[in-house]
């Protein structure tokens, strides 16, 4: 296949709107600023997230400004001994798994230095600079708010080189899935919290994620570029990672560097995690598209799930690559009830596999047999956790040879993993790290170190009444026809009716019709080259999607279609569409 794959997707915005890139220009914009405003005392707070590199920041402002008075916001936090025993009961000592915060930005601050500091402002005259993580805590009057934001995976990123601290303390050499469980789980649900308060007085906002070479937007701009982007269909950034298990259909298909070893996943419909490129002109600003879910939720969500759900994106899209690589981890997922109680979530991630293409005699391992007593399973786990044995897979659990187009449902409490040869679009619940692995085949991970097992977790919330003749009868191809017209088909091909999510298939060579009806679309373009989704009333400019490549359309939109588009004109094409419902 000919892929047009575009890595970059990016929301074009209008010429009027002033991008501001690198440290001198930026420096520049805030100084004429400044220099409007006629009082003795001028205070600037540059408020921080989570990732960003402080010091290169600090020294940058600093030079640039020169200011009379410059304030470190972490010199207002409390111990660093004290902010790791107010984190601990929702970081626990589980090397994966923790608690989602119930605490605010401001429970990492002393009330007295934050007192003493303003005292300090007062009586001081001139530019005073404020910078750091909660900098607008020190000080809620100023004159300019400028907030630096980053992309979750840029932080990432920048966990694995240990090039960034937790909120609080010096740990950027720890292991890096215990930095990124405190992220998960405590900073970044601080930060979002204040960013949420704050995101409406920002005069600037700045892009973060190149080193040394910032970009700047002004909080007007930026606010109306998110509304315009409400507005029509659109795509997030899609990030690609390597794995243990990965393989190399994604290299061909998606045009990737060829000499990297593998890739495992392609996060390509995770607003909690990936980017919103805006282009202005011909400069790039990179954003965390969350900031869109925050912004204006019930147009883009719907206001049905954003009653369920409130300013989270429910739906998750992503690809997992085994042609020529390994099968995944066995694994199982939470049952809400247990989500709840253990990690403080609303709900669970329930998923499917959609099978977008296969390698000869691919299985999908899927319930147990019927035959499969709970403790024997157990029990052999936990023997080959300690390496006295390789786990028989195949005694235990069910295997189903799959196709490509194959639907795979898989509620929470389902035992399964999709086997080696196989390339998967996953559509799940956003929760996307309760995963309870229960066997990986005897591997290392990426970092030659053991996987994390959770037999402790899994063996508590595994259904055992998802025996071979239920899964084959509730959880394989589950397809039904919806409706037919003059060339295009519609399919409903799951979830599972425990699930929230509902997916239709179409399948077409002419134009076909679809609409919102008040709620958040995601869709797949799983056969053919390109199609073209566009407007009927010509609300939003003709949007091009190219095969495998994931968009978004927001509630708001309501009717829109999609039909064959470049090569793919006269022939049969088809999209998956996952909505929630109602």
């Not at 910032?214 to 606010?223: E, Q």
Request: charged share 25%; with cysteine.
């Amino acid at each position: 296949m000919n892929t047009k794959f575009n890595k970059f997707p990016s929301v074009k915005m209008p010429s009027a709107y002033k991008c501001y890139s690198g440290w001198e220009t930026i420096c520049n914009q805030i100084t004429v600023d400044l220099n409007k405003i006629q009082k003795s005392k001028k205070v600037v707070v540059i408020e921080y997230y989570q990732g960003i590199n402080e010091k290169e920041f600090n020294e940058e402002f600093i030079q640039f400004l020169k200011p009379d008075l410059h304030i470190d916001a972490k010199s207002a936090l409390l111990p660093e001994n004290e902010i790791q025993q107010l984190v601990f009961p929702d970081v626990t000592n589980d090397r994966v798994f923790g608690f989602m915060t119930r605490l605010n930005l401001h429970d990492f601050f002393d009330s007295n230095k934050i007192k003493d500091l303003n005292a300090i402002i007062e009586n001081t005259k001139g530019l005073i600079v404020i910078t750091g993580i909660g900098a607008s805590i020190l000080r809620q009057h100023w004159d300019i708010l400028i907030y630096a934001d980053m992309a979750r995976w840029e932080i990432q990123q920048r966990m694995r080189r240990k090039e960034v601290n937790n909120l609080g303390v010096n740990n950027n050499k720890s292991d890096v899935n215990l930095l990124y469980k405190q992220a998960y789980f405590v900073d970044w649900r601080v930060c979002d919290k204040h960013k949420k308060k704050t995101m409406y007085d920002w005069d600037y906002i700045l892009d973060t994620n190149p080193k040394l070479r910032p970009k700047m937007v002004s909080g007007k701009n930026y606010l109306e570029g998110l509304s315009l982007t409400n507005k029509q269909p659109f795509s997030i950034v899609p990030f690609f990672d390597p794995g243990v298990w990965g393989g190399q259909w994604m290299k061909e298909i998606c045009n990737l560097d060829k000499s990297k070893g593998n890739y495992a996943w392609c996060f390509n419909g995770v607003p909690e995690e990936n980017s919103l490129l805006f282009q202005f002109g011909d400069i790039i600003f990179e954003s965390p598209s969350i900031n869109l879910v925050f912004y204006e939720p019930k147009k883009l969500l719907g206001d049905a799930v954003y009653s369920r759900f409130g300013d989270e994106f429910p739906i998750r899209f992503d690809l997992l690559d085994t042609m020529g690589g390994g099968n995944l981890s066995l694994q199982v997922h939470p049952l809400t009830e247990y989500a709840q109680e253990h990690f403080g979530l609303s709900y669970t991630q329930d998923e499917s596999y959609y099978m977008l293409d296969v390698e000869d005699n691919a299985i999908v391992y899927l319930g147990t047999k019927e035959d499969t007593v709970p403790n024997n399973l157990i029990n052999d786990l936990k023997i080959a956790e300690q390496g006295e044995i390789l786990f028989d897979a195949d005694k235990h659990v069910a295997s189903w040879p799959v196709k490509k187009h194959d639907h795979i449902l898989i509620p929470a409490g389902t035992i399964h993993c999709s086997g080696k040869g196989s390339m998967v679009l996953e559509i799940s619940a956003t929760p996307y790290i309760f995963t309870f692995k229960l066997w990986d085949w005897g591997r290392l991970g990426m970092d030659g170190k053991p996987r994390p097992i959770n037999i402790e977790h899994g063996e508590k919330v595994i259904d055992w009444s998802r025996t071979t003749n239920w899964t084959k009868k509730n959880l394989i191809n589950r397809v039904e026809k919806i409706n037919e017209g003059d060339g295009w088909k519609e399919e409903r091909t799951g979830l599972h009716e425990t699930e929230f999510i509902e997916t239709r298939r179409h399948w077409f060579t002419k134009t076909v019709t679809h609409n919102t009806n008040g709620g958040v679309n995601m869709l797949s373009l799983i056969e053919g080259e390109q199609a073209i989704v566009e407007s009927p009333t010509s609300v939003f400019k003709p949007f091009i999607v190219n095969y495998i490549e994931t968009f978004i359309v927001p509630a708001n939109v309501g009717e829109y279609t999609i039909r064959p588009y470049g090569n793919s004109i006269g022939k049969k094409i088809g999209t998956l569409k996952a909505f929630v419902r109602t």
